[in-house]
Nanobody, 111 residues
Framework: QVQVVESGGGLAQAGGSLRLSCTIS????????MGWYRRPPGKEREFIAQ???????YYRATMQDRSAISRDVAKNTVFLQISGLEAEDTAVYYC?????WGQGTQVTISS
């Protein structure tokens, strides 16, 4: 059974950057489309970026300039880096392996 675990959330400064990690167990990340999503307070969950089984990346248009998804297959981990942090980046960030969601990690941006 595949399990998805996000880490790296917490408090970050506006204008700074953060890197979130997503590690799966019970499967290999290059066997899934791996995606990052987020749910801002009071809003719907939204797509940020994904990386395909072959490593191709795809981004939400509004995040493309300041986010980067990558992976380390040996560590079975996918990363999401966001730079130029804004208050609007405050959200619970979720990782998805195929159709399996992680529990999410809270990110709070302080000004």
């Amino acid at each position: 059974q595949v399990q998805v675990v996000e880490s790296g959330g917490g408090l970050a400064q506006a204008g700074g950057s953060l890197r979130l990690s997503c590690t799966i167990s019970g499967g290999a990340i290059d066997q899934y489309i791996m995606g990052w999503y987020r749910r801002p307070p009071g809003k719907e969950r939204e797509f940020i970026a994904q990386i395909s089984k072959s490593g191709e990346t795809y981004y939400r248009a509004t995040m493309q300039d300041r986010s980067a998804i990558s992976r380390d297959v040996a560590k079975n981990t996918v990363f999401l880096q966001i730079s130029g942090l804004e208050a609007e980046d405050t959200a619970v960030y979720y990782c998805k392996a195929g159709a399996i969601w992680g529990q999410g990690t809270q990110v709070t941006i302080s000004s």
